[in-house]
């Protein structure tokens, strides 16, 4: 009897293992790309076979906001770490990720800035010997199985660094994504006489849907299924302006806004996109489709709602418009969206990222979660009373 225990044991350790190594490789055997929530700026993760890249930080006040997300997503180092331009709404919160994560490599442009946010970034970057690596079209790099190759900027503006931001296009398998920062007109003109392929299944809007950038000529090439903007709610700039939004609708992008849907989270398997564990692309021809199945995946992305064209563009002059223009058919964010939310442990209550509680909160008690408000609120949390988080 004895025997057949230790036999019937044995057996089921060895299957307990298998399947523990199983679940690791197909988790790992995807690229994941994470379009980080920090209000009016740019912040993108991008995680492949256990490797990690950084694109820009947001502003200096969400350094923390960054890199609690990136332990969340079990980030222990970067490989690559990419500053598109100077300006502080994509670097400003660089110098505090710099400085909690080992970084082997940090691609930026070569440009002279006196600003106090960016010579502080290459103190540490000299602090800590990073190397630097100024972009050159056509270099490509491999990020675990999947490569990024550099499309821009060809020149450097002495006169808007927007035209100075760093661009790639990122391929894994049968699925693609492109970045450009904050690449104006001329930058995307430069990307396009290049020659290069351009075409992407998602694009990561360029400059907050400002009007200055996604160019008619430039999303031509491109011809995106999906368009995720980065952007602040109620910012001032009026991003993303609807001439944006309606050139996107017209070469048929579903969009999704983190001013809307948090952080966003989408994962390619090499052949098909998904939001969380749900089906965003379904093969289908029309991306403007809205009856794809989202939802949660095991970290909290996931169940988004797209932006319709329709819902977007509502002319409204009712609260919760932005610039004369409503945001949703609702003037709420849906509590099924999953969005960004930063908790006290200690005091079980639920804040924005933004939210001036934050700043003083002790480290030891502060953790960023991405999920569900009414999640939390069931596991014994409140919102707090000042910034109202919902």
């Not at 670097?91 to 080992?102: A, D, H, K, R």
């Not at 907050?208 to 299924?225: D, M, R, W």
């Not at 979660?369 to 910034?387: E, M, N, R, W």
Request: glycine residues 8%.
């Amino acid at each position: 009897m004895k025997g057949f225990m230790k036999s019937f044991l044995v057996a089921f350790l060895i299957c307990l293992l298998s399947m523990t190594v199983f679940a690791d490789t197909a988790s790992s055997n995807k690229l994941i790309v994470n379009y980080i929530d920090v209000g009016q700026g740019d912040s993108e993760l991008i995680e492949c076979n256990g490797q990690f890249m950084l694109v820009d930080a947001g502003e200096r006040d969400k350094g923390t906001v960054v890199v609690n997300y990136l332990k969340s997503r079990g980030v222990e180092k970067l490989d690559y770490v990419i500053a598109t331009h100077p300006h502080s709404d994509h670097i400003g919160g660089m110098s505090e990720v710099l400085n909690t994560f080992p970084v082997s490599n940090i691609i930026m442009p070569k440009v002279n800035n006196t600003t106090a946010t960016y010579t502080n970034m290459l103190k540490v970057i000299q602090q800590k010997g990073i190397k630097a690596i100024e972009p050159k079209i056509g270099d490509s790099y491999k990020l675990g199985n999947s490569t990024f190759t550099i499309i821009g900027p060809k020149k450097y503006d002495t006169k808007n660094m927007n035209n100075d931001s760093v661009a790639f296009r990122l391929v894994y398998g049968n699925n693609s994504f492109i970045f450009c920062g904050d690449a104006e007109t001329e930058e995307e003109n430069d990307i396009v006489a290049s020659g290069q392929t351009l075409k992407s299944d998602v694009y990561k809007v360029s400059h907050h849907g400002s009007t200055t950038s996604s160019s008619s000529a430039f999303l031509n090439k491109v011809q995106p299924k999906y368009a995720v903007i980065e952007v602040g709610a109620g910012n001032s700039y009026g991003h993303p302006k609807q001439k944006t939004l309606e050139a996107l609708s017209k070469i048929g992008a579903t969009v999704y806004r983190t001013d809307l849907n948090g952080s966003i989270i989408i994962t390619s398997d090499g052949k098909t996109l998904s939001f969380g564990d749900g089906s965003v692309d379904n093969g289908a021809n029309s991306s403007n489709d809205n009856s794809t199945n989202n939802s949660t995946d095991a970290n909290g992305g996931g169940d988004a709602t797209p932006c319709t064209s329709q819902s977007v563009l509502k002319n409204t002059t009712g609260a919760g418009s932005v610039n004369g223009f409503g945001t949703a058919t609702s003037t709420s964010v849906p509590q099924s969206v999953s969005i960004t939310y930063v908790l006290n442990t200690n005091t079980h209550k639920i804040h924005k990222p933004n939210c001036r509680s934050v700043s003083q909160m002790k480290e030891k008690n502060k953790k960023t979660y991405v999920g569900k408000i009414a999640d939390l609120i069931s596991q014994g949390y409140s919102p707090c009373k000042i910034c109202n988080p919902a």
